[in-house]
Each structure stands twice: as structure tokens, then as C-alpha cells.
């Protein structure tokens, strides 16, 4: 049934990327065919996914592939989870769709470009999480990369963005082959291309060493780890928000999807040493990427670099997973596996709400600078409204979801005392530390997002004249912000439905982060640590509400509405804000070692009296992995092409005598 | 074995410890000169603390005398001759500008994971109640060097070699309760003369070079004669 | 969770959250008269901030016009926040059903709620200093934050709960251990409750000097029952802090079971140690000058220090080998 479900919804994708094919003639298509078809394919692979979490697993076997290996696939509770997750995701963004892509109507953009390449991106996810065989995961996992290039390259008349969408291709594929070459590995010790071949394998550790160290480049890679993530921040703002919503919100998760089935599923036996890497590469991605967007004014490159702090987050609880389980505690490693993939969850939702937000915003104001931004609450109500509960739960505040997972985590890492290693058990509270100076950055990464862009007064006339967005947009706002209220006012709800993923990876036991029933979160015991979030939330009602009938209940004071004060300074006119780079301009100050900073000040004077007439203030931030990182492989693969260009000397007869010279060691070979 | 039941004499030893590692990140943290020697004189009156107190603990008198010589020798004497220096140099007001404050401050308490991990070997090997503070006094000889490593300035310099000695004496205390009286005496006279030995060489090599800046001895070096002609002179 | 159907037991704790609320303005009463018995100035009446708060909550309220709705439900938001959090902090007695609904992670997050809704209302009337002050409220915050974190999580390695009720009740039957982790946890602390209410030396509660306000900058625009609210909110994260460190440092008097005569000696346990902590506090504020908004980070890097070398030393020294 779940496996029907699924077919269904890749089959709906598919159609809806045919469909696409005729919008270029007829344009209204997209809007009336291609996404609904689209927000079916996600309805029945969220209910999918959901009977697949929490039933049986299915397999079954397609008439497709080559002749000695037909593509298999498979789903269990993890392909269940991720398919569940890949559907709302799906379906808000279906509904978001038309009223979005309503402007592209009357531009010069390939409408039918958009439509196939959203309808095969999505199905390549799908297809991705139910594969069963290395074969049939790699062409899916190509399908999603390639047609997520195309995406990136919508709007190819602006270089910059082709550049991005240059540069993200080729990323894709380094993290491709790295993972093809993974599955070599694994293929080669358990004797087949098909994932139950690889699970029984013996890998030596030497082997799995390598095949995990490949497989966390690959998915490392895709996934947005410092310090490989530089394309991420370039390629995921220059999409439609719409596909920016998919992207950052749904395809980071099918990185980690990927990670997760082979290091835990398919490789089994992990080691502390991983676990260590894993830790520290996602505490410094969580760090690093709520540094870098801090610094952005983009809104788009901002919430990018954000997937980059949260990727850093559910890498820093698989990591921590990979501890316990390697030092023979599965009952905590299956704890930080569900605080890993719980924070998944809801990154997907709050992302791509606020992804869905900044769409709404950029169509209706046409910028994507924060400074040119402000006072748009008033203007938008409802996008404002939700974003708003999108920012909670990014900035991980109680009792929203994302404080719900990173809650999990902590309490994961603070269980490290159990360990016998004594640099473990430092290493580990160091990290949590970090977790937490991350959350704080975050919380006011998110204070600085709001606070320019929705509050305020409006710094331009374009963020004046902004209109409420249509209804289905609003809708599919709306519908992720409840979800993000919901999974955060009731997480062991969701968290009692994921307790059969560890079981699916290799037995691992079932944490009792419910035991207590709905209303509580107790990862290890009651006495360790308990959350209640229902009562929480109750709580912070019962007390506004005693407050504000005490104070509205006697004597029904109304406000009086004036000019702002301001210590009584003159008229305040919009520029006199802080702008989004001086609020951030404390936090630049203090970890300035971080990025490369071009700062550079021009004061012009009036000729006669000297006196200062005007001031300009340049600001150029850069992210320190292009100069460490990409700029010094591309010099190093250029020279090298140069010196392998040798060969090609443009002479007839030289090319003959390579083609002589193989064959005759060809020949020698065999013989 | 759990802390609590400790007695209370013991959790002094341990907590003295503690302290005695927390002056050395002050020594670490400070720009000025003379709070660097005064955090020196803190350090060195906790370190006769902590000894005082072990010889309490494990009944070792012989270690009352030791801890007086390092209180007279380490809390008094020594700072005032290194404050004497400063002040006759004329350089109580220098500032020294480390290379990132916050970043020596992380790498120090890497150092301190790191002895740790090194000593844990050797405690496992100690009976005694105050083991754990071995790879304490580790950690104060490592961020010594640290000190040594990453300050400019000759005075700061021979602070972090004193403030070595401080975590060597503390190692031989903690484990075996002191070395030998004789080593003990012998060492303390040693320290004496290097500091005077020290005073000399500070008063010579500003008379060179015009500055106490380390860097600036490798001028000095027969290879870069020939772009600093004007030292020629002596 | 038993506790929860404890009829007695909630009643208790409304009782004790009461407490908490109305005690706070007090608290800072004390504070002042200490600071201006210290400076040598006549004091004003312990009773000062209740009149003060009075009189707000009779004003008519003004909303600057460019304003948004947030602005005017923000004051409910930060209130309501720190009384939950005051809610499940043990003022008087350890076992009550309060405690185990959020732990200390969750009790720190209530504060950042609190913290997030207040820098945004500084934000909303769109004025220069609104967002100057929200800008540093932050900086200050997430630098202060982990370092809280990294002290607590000493703590609770050691009595291996982050339930502050379990915690205590581990303490109080350990009876007087010194450990140096809490030696520094407790520095750190001490330098992060400061940092976080606002006092000198990193922001001046009485300044409205424009450049060098932080918390004033963010309520400037606020007024009548508005104001009232924001004001006393600080007030209270103030005892929060206080009633946090008194309680976890020196738990000793606080009723660990439920009848009248344990709860009037908490009472004046808990009394007494608020006191001592505010004549700490008053004299290191009259002894120290307000440092430079760039100093801070510094300030506050100590704080860290202080707590990773708690932990350093939880692990080396009371763990070992």
C-alpha cells in the first residue's frame, strides 16, 4: 500500500514534468496543471511515507535497469520519514506555486523549463529515498542535481547566476563521484551493487574507513559542510523562491538521508574516530554558517547560509550518534539519531517557510536586500505574521520545533559523561557550547531579519506600495506554520511516530523519549531531564491572559497614537534606522577573524570651508573558504589541465602514434 | 573513587589546584607587564598553598618547609626583583600586543584537554587522593611554555619559564609529595641565581639593542648582518 | 510525573510564582537603598518601585504610529515568558509540579523568547535608537548565553539532572563538598547575571544617556501600562538570576518538603541569601565605572573562561581517572 502510494506520487511528478513540456505554448498550464499535479504527487508521498513509517517495509522489484541488475526499491521507516517530510514540503510549495509564478507569466522566462525541471527534481528525490541498489540511487540522485541545475539557471540572463549554476554542477558532481566511488567500496566487499549485498558485507576497518570518509565528502559536500559549502549560499538564492523553498528545505535533507542510510545502514559498524570528524565538522559548519549570514543583506543568501548553521546542527547530532553507538551505547546513539533527523524535519519546515516568505516579500517589492526593505508587517499581515513564527522556530525558542530538536540534542551531548574517554568527555560539553552559542547567534540573526525587514518604517517605495500576496500563497505559509507549531507544542507526538527509524537501521533499540506519554520529552529518564511543551505553551497563555484581563478588565484604557519620541530628536525620517550591516556591526567587530572584510570609508569636503559634505561607507564581506579552499583547487586543476594539455600537440601524426602506442600495450596486456 | 567523599582538607588540595591552573590563564590574558608579574606572585603564593596544605593532608612535614621557600622564594622574592627590573627598565606601562588574545585562550585550554589525555596514564598508576591533579600541573608547565611562545617581551618570557617551574615543583609535590629536601633547596638557589642572572642579561641586552623585544634579537643572527648594518656598532 | 495530579502541590506553586512576581519590585528596592546608603545619598522608600509601577499602570498608554501590532503585544510576550520562567524556578520549596515542566535549557529559552520579543519591539518604531539598542541587546546576549549554558552544564554534569529541582535535591544530600568546578561555575555566573539584567559595568539601569543605553534603548518608546510591564519583567529577571544562583550555590535552607514550618524557613533562607547577594552586587556597582560597549565581549570572554575551566576542572579533577 505505502509502496503504491509512492509510485503514485513519483508517477504524478513525472506526469506533471510532461505537462510542463506544452506551458511553453500554453503558459496558463503551469499554474493550473503542473502544480497541482505536483501538490498530488506530495499529498501521496507524505501519506506514503507515513504508512511507511509506521508499518511494515515494502520492496519490490521494476522491470527497469539493466539486464543483471534491475533497479529495486525498497522503503522503511527512514525512506518513510524523508518521504513524509519531501511530500508536505511538496505540496505547500504546490500551493504556493501559482499565485508565486503568476509574473513569469508575461516574462521572457522558459515556463516550460520551469515545469519539467520542477516535475524531475522532485520526482529524482523521490526516487532517491525508495532506491534499494547503488545503481538505481546514483541515476536518481543525478536526475535530482541535474534538474536542479536547470532550475538554478532559470534566469540565465544575468551571469552571475550562471556562474552560480556553473559552479553548483560542478560541486554536484565532485560530491557525486566521491559517492559513486563510496558504493565502489561497499559493492566490491559485499559482492553486488544492491544495498542488502552491501549491509551483509564485512568491510575491514580499514575499508569502511575509506568508505565512510567517501561517503561523508559526497553527502558532506551536497549537504552544505563548512568548508565545502561556498557553493550553496551562491546556487540556492538565485532559484525561484519557490525551488529555493525545495532546495534548502527539502534536497540538504536527501543529502543527509544519504549519509544516514549508508554510514548507518549500509556500513553498520561505525567508529568513534567518525563520529569525532563528524562532530567537530558540523559544530564548525553550525558556527561558521550563522556567522557568514549574519553578515548577508541578501534575504535569500542569508536564509542559505542558515541551511548552512542547521545542516552544522543535525550533523553535530549524527555525530554524536556515531560516538555513543561506536562506545556500545545504542540506546543514546538511537537518541541523537532522532534528534538529528527530528531537527530535519523541522528545517524543512521552517526553511521553506521562510524561503515561501521571502518569495512573497521579493514579489511584491521587488527587492532582495534587507536595506531596501521595512515596516512590511503592516503591509503584509499574514506572510508577516507566519514569518514571524518561521523565525521562532529557526531561532530555536520555546516552545517552537526547532527549540524542540536542538532541546534533544543537548540533552544528547550532555550524556557524553558516560564515555570512558576522558577527551571525549570534554570535547563533548565543548561542543554543546558551541550548539548553544550557535542558537544565540541564530536568535539574533533572526532578530536582525525581522527587525529590518517587517518592522520598522518602509525604506523604500517599492517596500511601501507592497500588496498582500494571493490567497494560495498565503495558504501554503500558513500551512507550514501551523505544522512548525504543532511538531514544536507537540513533539512526542511526532517523536513516538519516528521511534521506528532506528529500529530499520540495523535494530538499534527504540529511545524512551516518550515514555511518559504525549505530554512529555524525557530523553534519558524523568529525573535526568523532562520538557512538557503543551503545558509550556499553556502556561504562556494562562499568564498573558491574567495579565491582560487585570489590566483591560477595570477601567478599559485605550492607547493615543503619536509621532515616535525618540529622546525628542527631530523627525525621523526612514534612513535614520539601523540599517541591516550596522546591526550587525558589534558581531563583525568581535569575530572579525572569520570572514575577509573590505571596509573602506570616503569622506568628500567642500573645497572652500573644509567642512565634511558627504560620507560614504563601502562594505565588502567575503567568505574566507573561495581564498582557502576553491580558489586554490581551481588554480591547482587549471595549471594541471595545462600541463595534461601538453599532449594535445594539434599534430595528426602524434594522435596516431598514442592510439598506436595503446594498442600494442593493449595487446601486450592480454597477451 | 568519588569526590564527595573526599575530605574536606583534600578538596582544598583539589581546589587550590584549580586555582593554581586559573592564574596560569591570567598570566596568559594579561597585556601589561606588571599584572603579568603580580599574577606570577598569585601563583606562586597558591602553589605554597596547595603544598601547605598537602603536607596537612598527608602529614609531611618536611613539606611545610618546602612550602615556605617557594612562599618566600616564588610569592615574594622573585616578583619583587622582576617588579625592581620593570620599574628601573621604565617599562611598567608597556603594553604587549599578543597575537589574538581570544585565540591563546582557546588553544590554552586545548593544552589543558591535551595534558589530560597524557596524564591519565600516570594517575591511574598513583594512589594518592590528589592523583587527579597531576595532569593539572602538567597543563600549568605546558601553558608556561605558551607564555614563553607567544610573549615578545624578555620579562614575560622569564615569567612563563618561572611560572614552568611553578607546575614542575607542583607535579613533584601532587604525586609524591615532594622531592628530596636536598633537590628542593637546590633547585630554589638555583631559581634565585637565574633570576639575578636573568636581571643582568635584561640590563645588557637593552644596553645592545634598546629593547627588550625577543624578536628583535634575531638581528642578531650572522645571516642578517647585512641588512641591519647600523648594529654593527658595538 | 506523578506529581502533576498534586492538587496541594499546584497550589503551592501559584502561590509561590505570586510571591515571586510581587517580590521582585522589592528586590530592586533594596538594591537602590543599598547603592544610595553606599554612595552616600538619602534613600528612596523599599517601596519606591511598587509606586513607580502604579503610577505607569494608571497612565494612558502611547503607541508611536509607526508602530505595529507587534509592538503593542510584545510587553505581554516578554512578561508572561519571565513569569513562566520564574514559575519553575524553586523559590521556596524543591518538589513542586511546576519543576519538572522545563528544565534549565528550557528556562534559558524562555529568557531568549523573552529577549527576541523585546529586541524586536525595539525595532518597531523604526527610530535610530530602538535599533542600536536591540543590536547590542543581542550581542550581548549570545555571548552571554553559552557562557550561562557552559556553567550550567557543569552543574548539571555533576548532579546529572538539568531539572533544577532534582539538581538541588542532589546537592542538599551531598551536604558541604568544595568543588572548584563550582568555584568557577559560580564566577561565571555571577559575571553573566550581570551581563544579563543590565547592571553596571555592562549597561547602567538609570542611564538615558542616548549612546551608551542598551535596555533603555530598547523600551524608549514604550509608555503607560506598556512600560509598566517591560519594567517589571526586568525587574524580575533580576530576582530570576538571583534566586538561581542563591538556590543552586548554597541550597541549604530551602523546604524540601511541603508544610508550613520547611516553607517559613525557606522563606527566610531564601530572604536572607538575596540580600547578601544585593549588597554584593550593590558594592561592586558602586566600586566599578560602566565599561565601553567594546570592552564587553572581553568582560564576557572572561565569563567564558571561567566556565569552560569549570568544566575543565569537572572533568580532570572530580571525575578523573
Known amino acids: 500500500m505505502a509502496l503504491q502510494l509512492i509510485a503514485y506520487a513519483v508517477a504524478l511528478s513525472l506526469l506533471s514534468g510532461v505537462v510542463g513540456l506544452a506551458a511553453s505554448r500554453y503558459r496558463q498550464l503551469l499554474r493550473w496543471a503542473c502544480f497541482p499535479l505536483l501538490g498530488l504527487s506530495g499529498l501521496a508521498a507524505a501519506t506514503g511515507g507515513l504508512l511507511a513509517l509506521t508499518g511494515e517495509p515494502a520492496a519490490a522489484q521494476l522491470p527497469l535497469g539493466l539486464p543483471w541488475l534491475a533497479w529495486s526499491v525498497r522503503v522503511d521507516a527512514l525512506a518513510g520519514f524523508i518521504l513524509l517530510l519531501i511530500g508536505v514540503v511538496v505540496f505547500a510549495v504546490a500551493v504556493f506555486g501559482p499565485g508565486y509564478t503568476r509574473e513569469f507569466l508575461h516574462g521572457r522566462h522558459s515556463l516550460a523549463a520551469l515545469g519539467v525541471f520542477t516535475g524531475l527534481f522532485v520526482a529524482g528525490m523521490q526516487l532517491v529515498v525508495i532506491a534499494d541498489d547503488a545503481f538505481m540511487f546514483m541515476v536518481a540522485w543525478e536526475l535530482m542535481s541535474l534538474s536542479s541545475y536547470f532550475l538554478v539557471a532559470f534566469q540565465h540572463e544575468n551571469a552571475a547566476n550562471r556562474r552560480a549554476a556553473f559552479l553548483y554542477l560542478l560541486m554536484a558532481h565532485v560530491g557525486g563521484l566521491a559517492i559513486l566511488l563510496g558504493y565502489g567500496v561497499l559493492a566490491a566487499f559485499g559482492g553486488g551493487f544492491t544495498f542488502e549485498a552491501m549491509r551483509a558485507a564485512e568491510l575491514p576497518q580499514l575499508w569502511a574507513g575509506v568508505a565512510f570518509a567517501l561517503a561523508f565528502f559526497g553527502f558532506g559536500m551536497k549537504a552544505g559542510l563548512v568548508p565545502l559549502h561556498a557553493w550553496l549560499p551562491e546556487a540556492h538564492p538565485v532559484a525561484p523562491s519557490h525551488i529555493s523553498a525545495l532546495m534548502s528545505g527539502v534536497m540538504l535533507k536527501v543529502a543527509i538521508y544519504g549519509f544516514v542510510r549508508v554510514t548507518f545502514d549500509l556500513i553498520g559498524t561505525v567508529q568513534v574516530d567518525w563520529g569525532v570528524i563528524v562532530l567537530l565538522a558540523g559544530s564548525l559548519s553550525a558556527l561558521l554558517g550563522v556567522l557568514y549570514a549574519m553578515q548577508q543583506t541578501d534575504i535569500k543568501r542569508l536564509l542559505a547560509y542558515s541551511s548552512i548553521e542547521n545542516v552544522g546542527v543535525i550533523f553535530?547530532?549524527?555525530?554524536?550518534?556515531?560516538?555513543?553507538?561506536?562506545?556500545g551505547h545504542p540506546l543514546l546513539g538511537s537518541l541523537g539519531l532522532i534528534a538529528a533527523l527530528y531537527h530535519a524535519l523541522n528545517h524543512a519546515l521552517f526553511k521553506s517557510l521562510l524561503f515561501l516568505g521571502a518569495g512573497a516579500v521579493i514579489q511584491q517589492t521587488h527587492q532582495h536586500s534587507l536595506e531596501h526593505m521595512g515596516g512590511l508587517l503592516k503591509r503584509l499581515p499574514y506572510t508577516g505574521t507566519f514569518f514571524l513564527i518561521g523565525c521562532l522556530s529557526i531561532a530555536s525558542l520555546p516552545p517552537f520545533n526547532g527549540f524542540a530538536s536542538e532541546w534533544l540534542t543537548l540533552q544528547t551531548a550532555l550524556q557524553g559523561v558516560v564515555l570512558d574517554s576522558g577527551v571525549l568527555r570534554i570535547v563533548i560539553p565543548v561542543t554543546a557550547a558551541m550548539l548553544a552559542l550557535t542558537a544565540a547567534l541564530g536568535a539574533m540573526l533572526f532578530v536582525r531579519l525581522y527587525g529590518i525587514a517587517f518592522l520598522g518604517q518602509p525604506r523604500t517605495r517599492q517596500a511601501r506600495q507592497a500588496h498582500l500576496p494571493s490567497f494560495g500563497m498565503r495558504a501554503a505559509q500558513g500551512l507550514l506554520a501551523l505544522l512548525c507549531l504543532l511538531l514544536g507544542v507537540l513533539p512526542a507526538l511526532s517523536i513516538d511516530v519516528m521511534g521506528a527509524i532506528p529500529q530499520a537501521l540495523g535494530g538499534l533499540p527504540e529511545p524512551g523519549i516518550t515514555g511518559q506519554g504525549w505530554l512529555w520529552l524525557t530523553p534519558v529518564s524523568a529525573a535526568a531531564a523532562s520538557y512538557s511543551a503543551p503545558l509550556v505553551l499553556l502556561g504562556l497563555g494562562l499568564a498573558w491572559l491574567l495579565f491582560y484581563l487585570l489590566l483591560h478588565g477595570r477601567n478599559h484604557q485605550r492607547v493615543r497614537r503619536i509621532h515616535p519620541w525618540d529622546c525628542g530628536f527631530g523627525p525621523l525620517s526612514p534612513?535614520?534606522?539601523?540599517?541591516?550591516?550596522?546591526?550587525?556591526?558589534?558581531v563583525r567587530r568581535i569575530f572579525q577573524p572569520v570572514w575577509l572584510l573590505e571596509e573602506k570609508v570616503e569622506r568628500l569636503s567642500d573645497d572652500k570651508s573644509g567642512q565634511l559634505t558627504s560620507?560614504?561607507?563601502q562594505l565588502l564581506v567575503t567568505d574566507r573558504s573561495w581564498k582557502v579552499l576553491y580558489e586554490p583547487a581551481g588554480r591547482w586543476v587549471i595549471s594541471a589541465a595545462r600541463r595534461i594539455a601538453l599532449l594535445q600537440s594539434g599534430n595528426v601524426r602524434t594522435y596516431l602514434s598514442y592510439s598506436f602506442f595503446t594498442l600494442i600495450f593493449l595487446l601486450w596486456l592480454i597477451s | 573513587m568519588n569526590f564527595a567523599q573526599f575530605t574536606l582538607q583534600e578538596q582544598g588540595v583539589v581546589i587550590l589546584a584549580a586555582l593554581v591552573l586559573f592564574a596560569s590563564f591570567a598570566l596568559l590574558a594579561q597585556t601589561r607587564i606588571i599584572a603579568c608579574i603580580h599574577a606570577f606572585a598569585w601563583q606562586g603564593a597558591l602553589v605554597a598553598a596547595a603544598t601547605a596544605m598537602v603536607a596537612l593532608v598527608a602529614n609531611q612535614h618536611h613539606l611545610y618547609v618546602s612550602a615556605l621557600i617557594t612562599l618566600a622564594l616564588k610569592a615574594v622574592l622573585i616578583p619583587w626583583v622582576l617588579h625592581r627590573i620593570v620599574v628601573k627598565l621604565e617599562i611598567t606601562r608597556e603594553v604587549e600586543t599578543v597575537v589574538n588574545p581570544a585565540l591563546v585562550l582557546l588553544a590554552a585550554a586545548a593544552l589543558v584537554a591535551f595534558s589530560y589525555y597524557v596524564a591519565l596514564p600516570v594517575e591511574k598508576l598513583s594512589t594518592l587522593a590528589t592523583r587527579n591533579t597531576i595532569a593539572i600541573s602538567m597543563a600549568v608547565v605546558l601553558l608556561g611554555m605558551l607564555i614563553m611562545v607567544t610573549r615578545r617581551q624578555a620579562i614575560t618570557q622569564v615569567v612563563g619559564f618561572m611560572s614552568m617551574e611553578n607546575g614542575?615543583?607542583?607535579?613533584?609535590?601532587?604525586?609524591?609529595?615532594?622531592?628530596?629536601?636536598?633537590?628542593?633547596?637546590?633547585v630554589a638557589f638555583d631559581l634565585l641565581v637565574a633570576t639575578v642572572i636573568f636581571g643582568v642579561f635584561f640590563f645588557q641586552i637593552r644596553q645592545s639593542i634598546d629593547s627588550l623585544d625577543v624578536d628583535r634579537l634575531s638581528r642578531l643572527a650572522e645571516t642578517s648582518e647585512l641588512d641591519e648594518p647600523q648594529e654593527e656598532r658595538e | 510525573m506523578a506529581d502533576l495530579l498534586n492538587l496541594q502541590g499546584w497550589l503551592l506553586a501559584l502561590l509561590q510564582t505570586a510571591l515571586f512576581v510581587t517580590a521582585a519590585p522589592l528586590l530592586v528596592g533594596w538594591l537602590r537603598l543599598l547603592k544610595a546608603r553606599l554612595q552616600n545619598r538619602r534613600a528612596p522608600a523599599l517601596t519606591q518601585p511598587y509606586r513607580d509601577l502604579t503610577k505607569l499602570f494608571r497612565k494612558e498608554a502611547i503607541v508611536a504610529d509607526t508602530a505595529s501590532p507587534l509592538f503593542r503585544a510584545a510587553p505581554y510576550v516578554v512578561f508572561s515568558a519571565t513569569v513562566v520562567t520564574a514559575a519553575v524556578i524553586p523559590l521556596l520549596a524543591v518538589h513542586l509540579p511546576t519543576a519538572i515542566i522545563a528544565d534549565v535549557i528550557v528556562l534559558v529559552g524562555f529568557l531568549g523568547l523573552a529577549r527576541f520579543f523585546l529586541a524586536l519591539a525595539g525595532m518597531d518604531a523604526g527610530t535610530a535608537f530602538g535599533?542600536?539598542?536591540?543590536?547590542?541587546?543581542?550581542?550581548?546576549?549570545?555571548?552571554?548565553?553559552?557562557?550561562?549554558?557552559?556553567?550550567?552544564?557543569?552543574?548539571?554534569?555533576?548532579?546529572?539532572?538539568?531539572?533544577?529541582?532534582?539538581?538541588i535535591d542532589f546537592l542538599l544530600a551531598q551536604g558541604v563538598v568544595l568543588r572548584p568546578s563550582f568555584m568557577f561555575a559560580l564566577l561565571a555566573l555571577l559575571l553573566v547575571a550581570v551581563a544579563e539584567t543590565g547592571r553596571v559595568p555592562v549597561d547602567n539601569p538609570t542611564t538615558h544617556l542616548e549612546l551608551t543605553m542598551v535596555h533603555e534603548a530598547m523600551i524608549l518608546e514604550y509608555s503607560g501600562r506598556h512600560l509598566a510591564l517591560m519594567e517589571w519583567a526586568a525587574q524580575l529577571k533580576l530576582m530570576i538570576y538571583g534566586v538561581l544562583i542563591a538556590n543552586i550555590f548554597l541550597p541549604w535552607g530551602i523546604a524540601v518538603e511541603n508544610t508550613p514550618t520547611a516553607l517559613l524557613v525557606g522563606l527566610g533562607a531564601i530572604a536572607g541569601k538575596l540580600m547578601l547577594l544585593c549588597v554584593v552586587l550593590a558594592v561592586s556597582e558602586t566600586v566599578l565605572a560602566k565599561m565601553r560597549l567594546f570592552r564587553v565581549p572581553g568582560y564576557l570572554n572572561l565569563a567564558f573562561l571561567f566556565a569552560l575551566l569549570g568544566m575543565l576542572s569537572h572533568v580532570i579533577l572530580e571525575v578523573g581517572a
Not at chain 1, 553535530?316 to 562506545?327: D, E, P, R, V, Y
Not at chain 3, 550550567?152 to 529541582?165: D, E, I, K, R
Open chain 1, 316 to 327: 553535530m547530532a549524527l555525530g554524536l550518534a556515531i560516538i555513543f553507538l561506536a562506545s
Open chain 1, 575 to 586: 534612513r535614520m534606522q539601523y540599517t541591516a550591516t550596522a546591526f550587525a556591526q558589534p
Open chain 1, 615 to 617: 560620507l560614504r561607507h
Open chain 2, 168 to 186: 614542575l615543583f607542583f607535579a613533584a609535590v601532587v604525586s609524591t609529595h615532594g622531592m628530596p629536601m636536598v633537590v628542593e633547596l637546590g
Open chain 3, 131 to 167: 535599533g542600536m539598542g536591540s543590536s547590542r541587546e543581542m550581542t550581548i546576549a549570545s555571548l552571554a548565553e553559552p557562557a550561562m549554558l557552559m556553567a550550567v552544564f557543569t552543574l548539571t554534569m555533576t548532579a546529572q539532572s538539568t531539572n533544577l529541582s532534582h539538581a
